[in-house]
């Protein structure tokens, strides 16, 4: 959803409604993910002439993996407290997890939806119509 | 489920059934998750007098990433082939999602089923009784 805001041509007014047809997703799911992504202050609606859903400078040149992680919360792979693990506490596999699990989201640090949006990915965005 | 297996005592005989009250999984759970651990090489059923459910030393002393980058299989982090998406052949960002999912299997990589098991989760591993 991003990266298709992230290519708005000038003169669009993306809505929700519009990005969720785009994406072929349904309306209630992307109006969801647009209020959460406007928490994080990736994302705004703009008003007026123009204005529409756009990313704001954090979210067009922000970190990925940092998005990420606030999307995912403080969730770990496996569920350890959820179903309490009598190992929790001391549990090897648990540390290896979450070490696992920083070097997904350190793999995607470096990355920003703006490089995302480059190269041949971006006229392709623009097919698919708000 | 192989870290309780890799503790059993001398004169133990673990069965799938023990196993799985042991760790509180359903026992039909526990049975496809013994039939694809033999399947992999890594655990094996043997037969007798101090037989039963062992692991072997691929299952003991193997790479854990590589373990589990043949249970997850092929699998992509979000699955770009199930709903067809139309970016998919030049999309940076699955590209850079592939790149996090490598990250996050090498990161286990240098761990065996053994390390897990050292230490005190061993005996803690002990006392779910089979």
Same mark, same amino acid.
């Given at each position: !959803? !991003? !990266?298709?805001?992230?290519?708005?041509?000038?003169?669009?007014?993306?809505? +929700?409604?519009?990005?969720? +047809?785009?994406?072929?997703?349904?309306?209630?799911?992307?109006?969801?993910?647009? &209020? $959460?992504?406007?928490?994080?202050?990736?994302? *705004?609606? $703009?008003?007026?002439?123009?204005?529409?859903?756009?990313? &704001?400078?954090?979210?067009?040149?922000?970190?990925?993996?940092?998005?990420?992680?606030?999307?995912?919360?403080?969730?770990?792979?496996?569920?350890? *407290?959820? *179903?309490? @693990?009598?190992?929790?506490?001391? @549990?090897?596999?648990?540390? %290896?997890?979450?070490? %696992?699990?920083?070097?997904?989201? +350190?793999?995607?640090?470096?990355?920003?939806?703006?490089?995302?949006?480059?190269?041949? +990915?971006?006229?392709?965005?623009?097919?698919?119509?708000?």
């Amino acid at each position: !959803m !991003m !990266m298709r805001i992230a290519v708005v041509e000038d003169g669009q007014s993306p809505t +929700t409604r519009g990005v969720a +047809t785009a994406l072929g997703i349904p309306y209630s799911h992307a109006a969801k993910v647009v &209020t $959460r992504l406007q928490h994080l202050g990736v994302l *705004e609606a $703009r008003r007026g002439r123009g204005g529409g859903l756009a990313l &704001t400078e954090a979210g067009r040149h922000g970190s990925v993996g940092q998005l990420v992680r606030a999307l995912e919360g403080a969730g770990e792979v496996v569920g350890c *407290e959820g *179903e309490p @693990c009598s190992l929790r506490s001391v @549990c090897r596999l648990r540390t %290896a997890l979450g070490a %696992a699990q920083d070097a997904f989201y +350190t793999s995607l640090d470096p990355h920003t939806i703006d490089d995302f949006v480059s190269g041949p +990915t971006g006229p392709l965005l623009l097919s698919l119509s708000l």
